[in-house]
């Protein structure tokens, strides 16, 4: 006869599970929306981090959900032109991470919508200041330099303004529907997003 410490063993724990089967969903969403959508930086990635930085109790899991979401949309992108533009969107990643911590002590829509907006300014201002700095663009090293090199990042930037706020508002939705149907997918305390009146 088998006893149930030795099942135990065998079967992972639900709590466990639930965390597996959400850090799975966000690596599938992270490559596919990538490529099924073909507009430059309308992206999940940043929303990605920030769910998971929300979500996940563990930073290191928050952390590894969203690096391994943009490694594996990346295997069939062209590589970055420098260290520095790789560095920086990496770093750009763990920042969304880290806002998303923040969220998950008092979680409203609107700190979720300025998050995310904060998100895509980081990264706005910091991968173009990568760009310019790593010097494979052929911007100048001057501050005019660095200005045309932000002027051209506008362009894209519309689009990763819209993908952050899009992705975000499916994914905290999502979340915010599952604490309403009481779906018991808690690695941490499900709080109920709060609408600021």
Known sequence: MISTECLGEFFVKREN???????????????????????????PLSAIALFAG??????????????????????????YADVWTESSVYGCLAASVAFGRLLAISPRVDKIVWVTVASSILFFLVTNFAVWFGGRMDYEHTWA???ECYAAGLLFFRNTLSGDLCYSGLLFGAYALAVKLDVDLTPRKLQPLRVRK
């Not at 959400?22 to 969403?29: C, I, S």
């Not at 690096?67 to 590589?79: D, G, I, K, M």
Request: aromatic letters at 18%; a positive charge.
């Open 145 to 147: 330099g660095l200005l």
């Open 17 to 43: 599970l639930q965390r597996y089967v959400v850090f799975l969903l966000l690596l599938g969403l992270g490559v596919c929306a990538r490529r099924l959508f073909p507009w430059h930086n309308f992206w």
């Open 54 to 79: 929300f979500f996940f109790a563990n930073p290191l899991t928050a952390l590894a959900a969203a690096f391994t979401a943009l490694t594996l949309s990346n295997l069939s992108e062209p590589a």
